[in-house]
C-alpha cells in the first residue's frame, strides 16, 4: 500500500512568491493533518481536516496561509506570498478515525530567498 | 504555549546501555501519549503509545512509562543500538466526537530530542 504522498519533495521560491504544497493521504484515512517542522518549535501542527472538514487552522500563522481538502484524497496547503520565515519542513500525515496513529509523508522542504 | 515539552535537545549514549527520553506536558485532558522517531529526508513514524488509563507500555527493547500525578512520560530504550540514532518527537492527544459518529484528536507534539546512539 502507498502511504501519504506529498509534492513537490523541494521547493526553493523567491520572496512573494506563491507556494502550493500537496498531499495525498493513504486511502481509507478520514483524518489529515498539515504539519509545520522547525527547530525552534518541533512540529507545530497547522490544519487539521475530518472528512474532508477543516476542524481547526488555529495553528495556521497567518492569513497568507490557506488548506484545502477539495476531496478524500487530495489536500494542499497554500502560502501566499510566501516570506523567509516560511522556511521549514512541511508534513502532511493521516489518520484513521483519531485513531492518535498518525501516518507521516516524507515532507516537502521549503526555502523561500 | 507549548502543551508538549521535551526540554532537552539532544542526547548521547553509548551502545548497549539504556536511553531515557524525556517528556513533559500541561494538559491534563490529554488521554493518549506517543512516542514518534524521525531519521533525516524522512517523515517521522509511530514507534508506541499509552493510554492514560495505563501507568507502562512495554514493545520489545522500548517502554513508555506515564506518570500523570506529575503529567510526565518517558521513552526506555534498552539496550540502545546505533540504529536508533534519530529525532524522538512525543505527542499527546485528546480524543473528541465529531458529529457524533467519528472519533478524531488533534495530535500535539513536542520539540523533540536527538538520540545519538555511539557504537
Known amino acids: 500500500d502507498a502511504g501519504v504522498i506529498q509534492s513537490p519533495r523541494h521547493e526553493v521560491t523567491e520572496m512573494g512568491q506563491e507556494v502550493t504544497l500537496r498531499c495525498k493521504p493513504i486511502?481509507?484515512?478520514?483524518?489529515l493533518f498539515w504539519y509545520r517542522q522547525t527547530m525552534m518549535r518541533g512540529l507545530e501542527l497547522l490544519i487539521y481536516?475530518?472528512?474532508?472538514?477543516?476542524?481547526?487552522d488555529s495553528g495556521m500563522p497567518e492569513d497568507r496561509f490557506s488548506a484545502k481538502m477539495p476531496n478524500a484524497s487530495f489536500s494542499t496547503l497554500k502560502i501566499q506570498p510566501s516570506e523567509p520565515r516560511d522556511s521549514a519542513v512541511y508534513f502532511c500525515?493521516?489518520?484513521?478515525?483519531?485513531?492518535?496513529?498518525?501516518?507521516f509523508g516524507e515532507g516537502s522542504r521549503l526555502t523561500v530567498l | 504555549d507549548q502543551q508538549v515539552k521535551q526540554n532537552s535537545p539532544s542526547l548521547s549514549v553509548q551502545e548497549g546501555r539504556i536511553s531515557i527520553l524525556n517528556c513533559d506536558y500541561t494538559?491534563?485532558?490529554?488521554?493518549?501519549f506517543l512516542w514518534y522517531k524521525k531519521y533525516p529526508a524522512e517523515g517521522p513514524t509511530f514507534l508506541i503509545s499509552?493510554?492514560?488509563?495505563?501507568d507502562k507500555n512495554e514493545d520489545g527493547r522500548f517502554t513508555v512509562f506515564l506518570n500523570k500525578s506529575a503529567k510526565h512520560l518517558s521513552l526506555h530504550i534498552v539496550p540502545s543500538q546505533p540504529g536508533d540514532s534519530a529525532v524522538y518527537f512525543c505527542?499527546?492527544?485528546?480524543?473528541?466526537?465529531?458529529?457524533?459518529?467519528?472519533?478524531?484528536?488533534?495530535?500535539?507534539f513536542g520539540q523533540g530530542t536527538t538520540l545519538q546512539v555511539k557504537p
Open positions: 486511502s481509507g484515512h478520514n483524518s
Open positions: 500525515a493521516s489518520s484513521f478515525s483519531g485513531s492518535g496513529e498518525l501516518f
Open positions: 481536516f475530518n472528512n474532508n472538514v477543516p476542524i481547526d
Open positions: 505527542a499527546a492527544v485528546q480524543a473528541r466526537k465529531i458529529h457524533g459518529s467519528s472519533n478524531t484528536g488533534k495530535l500535539i
Open positions: 494538559n491534563s485532558m490529554f488521554d493518549y
Open positions: 499509552i493510554s492514560s488509563i495505563k
